[in-house]
């Protein structure tokens, strides 16, 4: 488990939220920065990534996933099978602790370093050391409110807050 964010991904109906939390953590006890984003926007607004784990592997993570993004014209899947495989066989890559979920208008893919690609069952995923306390408030959310993706992901987030020590409420959400 990454410890220092906590990032989650709530689709429903025709929209898909991202949010992530603001909190970088060194070490087991020192907070170093409240407010980093962790969500980014890429391939011209039409994807959304968020990343966990390790600050400089997982911005070298997104970094690559925007590169395969721009080499397969967008194709969400085939970019994040490419990396995956690369991530896995590349001896500098294999190094990299982090995970990225990554989302488009019809797709929500987890991305790991172990080379997996996965494709959740249900319309919500979380990561980061907060991921599963976030997860199971969403699912709460999104299966017994009539709350849209963007105030699922913030509630969630922000529940995951008062439980998760390497979690804040310093939430940015991005919707497509």
């Known amino acids: 488990m990454f410890k220092g964010t906590t990032i989650i991904a709530v689709r429903k109906g025709d929209k898909v939220s991202v949010a992530g939390d603001g909190q970088i953590t060194f070490g087991e ?37 925007e590169e395969k993004l721009e080499q397969y014209g967008g194709n969400l ?26 989302v488009d208008k019809k797709d929500t893919l987890l991305i790991s370093g172990t080379g997996e690609v996965i494709e959740p069952d249900e319309d919500v995923i979380g990561i980061g050391s907060g ?32 439980i998760c020590v390497y979690t804040n409420n310093n939430i940015t959400v991005e919707t497509l």
């Open 131 to 162: 991921g599963n306390y976030a997860m199971a408030a969403a699912l709460a959310l999104r299966y017994n409110t009539d709350l849209d993706t963007e105030d699922i992901a913030k509630k969630a987030l922000e529940i995951a807050s008062k």
């Open 29 to 65: 006890n020192t907070i170093l920065k409240h407010g980093a984003k962790k969500i980014r926007r890429l391939y011209n607004g039409e994807v959304i990534v968020g990343f966990a784990g390790s600050v400089a592997d997982a911005l070298t993570l997104s970094q690559k996933f």
């Open 77 to 102: 899947k085939r970019a994040a099978v490419e990396l995956a495989q690369e991530w896995r066989k590349d001896k500098i890559l294999r190094k990299l602790e982090a995970l990225l979920i990554a």
